[in-house]
């Protein structure tokens, strides 16, 4: 082995190392309740932060403020967290029939709550995974944070620069500003964040907003005052958990009712005795494959119609194909369990599409649920509650589960955005849990669909957020020869190997099928998550993936 071999392989480690540190140090602090993030528990999770330095996170350890990750963490976290010195974890403890608005981040289904000026509070209802992601992307957050004060200042007795006062007047005063003072603040601002003023004016037009413009200026303002408030106020940032939130966590609470809502459902229908497919993916795909020709009148490219569906501007017409798909065989779900996981059921002896549905289906007349994406630990817990039997009056009813179909999106580590990916392992990292199966999803299945595929293992991760290029390129290069990552797939294994193998709910026999397009390649400068979403490219692999899947089960 070469130094430089050498080299990357203990890179590798200590990254694994750290990964290691900050789960202990995050399971600790939930069992705690309670932590400072720059008391001793916090700069823990901030030295395990800077030593692995993620990709998805940039310049975290350089002196410059990460613009790109800042994009990618704000829109996790609910609008306002920056301007609140108490963090407040709860389960869900009934602030949704208060007179508290609730705020829901653009990339993160969570309810959060403003209860003052100094307090917000987030529900976390989706396991484990929820609160690791949210801690992380805190720690993230304060360690920024930091960075802008340091520059904000210009002496010893905490005394700020003409930089942060001239910030600090158009923020708090709400001024309204000509383009040239505008372009003045982008200017000092680009000194507090240690960026050329180019990189700070596309930040700025990033992140401005509808009903505010000004949203980037209140972002840098907020984190530089609690940051400087912090170091020369003694006014301590705090980060809390409900004691609700910690006895339940982990017990399948919201799991249980969300697949005990999907059950009875199928009883109520009639359904409950009929072949069984389930297929995690997202809430237009199916639909849109089964009833988007006949709802919209179109004919001609599939592939057009699905992107024209994909764009914002064409709400309209997504809501004409759903009000159709509900009239012919589809009944929408709305989950209100606090899995926050819709589903739609799929009768399929109601829909007429004969290119797709072949005479034998129709004379089985299977039914699809189709269950938006889990998150993390989550897939364990209501894959494993879904496949349980359903129980009425002390009698047991099984499923008559014929496949299962894992859809979702992935970072890729041999390939580029929109590539797809054919799992045949799920090895879940940091752990000896190792899931080989048999993928009823072949790389020849995909011939001739003009997209490249990769078959081979997969990691699950336990944050996507917490991966640098030297475990996952280890990850790629050592015997493992990994493909790509994502954060479901073992613990969807987990739950089905059980209930199939061990436990009895379903038969042996059931077919199962994995399928990941990739969103980013994480190896890659630029191609980060952080770089942005794929956008109109994601159409086509999302609903090649989607056929492939439909024609498996229906033809």
């Not at 990189?199 to 980037?216: D, Q, S, V």
């Not at 229908?269 to 795909?285: E, G």
């Not at 890729?412 to 993928?439: Q, R, S």
């Amino acid at each position: 082995m070469t130094k430089k071999d050498l080299k990357k392989r203990t890179r590798a480690r200590e990254s694994s190392n750290a990964i290691e540190r900050l789960y202990i140090t995050m399971r600790h602090l939930l069992n705690r309740g309670f932590y400072k993030p720059f008391g001793v528990s916090g700069n823990t999770l901030k030295q395990g932060l800077l030593t692995l330095q993620p990709e998805i996170y940039g310049d975290i350890a350089s002196e410059k403020t990460e613009l790109n990750g800042l994009k990618y963490v704000m829109d996790r976290l609910p609008e306002g967290i920056e301007q609140t010195r108490v963090i407040y974890m709860t389960d869900n403890e009934g602030y949704d029939q208060s007179q508290f608005k609730p705020i829901i981040p653009p990339k993160r289904r969570r309810n959060c709550y403003r209860i003052d000026n100094d307090q917000m509070n987030v529900e976390l209802t989706r396991g484990r995974s929820d609160v690791y992601d949210i801690l992380t992307h805190l720690t993230f957050l304060f360690i920024e944070s930091h960075k802008i004060r340091e520059k904000a200042i210009v002496n010893k007795e905490g005394q700020t620069g003409r930089e942060w006062n001239a910030l600090e007047d158009v923020v708090l005063h709400h001024k309204k500003l000509s383009k040239k003072k505008q372009e003045t603040i982008i200017a000092y601002i680009s000194t507090l964040l240690g960026r050329t003023f180019a990189e700070t004016k596309e930040a700025f037009e990033l992140f401005a907003e509808k009903n505010n413009k000004y949203r980037f200026f209140d972002l840098v303002y907020w984190l530089g005052k609690l940051a400087i408030d912090e170091a020369y106020k003694g006014i301590k940032r705090e980060v809390k958990f409900s004691p609700r939130l910690r006895e339940r966590l982990g017990h399948h609470i919201y799991g249980e009712i969300w697949a005990n809502n999907i059950k009875k459902t199928l009883k109520e229908k009639k359904l409950l005795d009929r072949p069984i497919h389930i297929i995690s993916a997202n809430m237009h795909s199916v639909m849109n494959i089964l009833f988007a020709e006949q709802a919209l009148k179109l004919k001609g490219d599939e592939m057009a119609i699905y992107k024209k569906l994909s764009l914002s501007e064409n709400d309209d017409l997504r809501k004409k194909v759903e009000t159709f798909a509900k009239k012919n065989g589809m009944t929408a779900l709305p989950d209100f369990s606090g899995a926050n996981i819709d589903v739609q059921i799929f009768d399929i002896s109601k829909i007429n599409k004969s290119n797709l549905v072949s005479d034998k289906a129709k004379l089985e007349k299977p039914i699809l649920i189709v269950m938006d994406y889990a998150f993390g630990e989550q897939a364990f817990e209501v894959m494993d509650e879904l496949l349980k039997p359903y129980e009425e009056n002390n009698k047991k009813q099984h499923l008559n589960v014929q496949s299962i179909s894992i859809m979702g999106k992935a970072g890729i580590l041999t390939g580029k955005k929109g590539d797809i990916m054919i799992p045949n392992v799920h090895m879940f990292e940091g752990t000896a849990d190792n899931y080989p199966f048999d993928n009823d999803l072949k790389k020849e299945d995909f011939a001739g669909t003009d997209i490249d595929v990769f078959e081979g293992t997969m990691v699950t991760v336990l944050g996507t957020s917490l991966q640098n290029k030297d475990i996952l390129a280890f990850f790629k290069n050592s015997t493992w020869q990994a493909i790509g990552l994502e954060m479901e797939g073992a613990h969807y294994h987990k739950a089905i190997q059980a209930a199939s193998k061990i436990r009895g709910n379903i038969g042996r026999d059931v077919k199962v099928r994995y399928a990941y397009y990739a969103s980013d390649n994480p190896l890659e400068t630029g191609s980060t998550l952080a770089s942005g979403p794929l956008g109109v490219k994601g159409v086509k692999p999302t609903y090649i993936i989607t056929e492939k899947i439909l024609n498996k089960i229906l033809n």
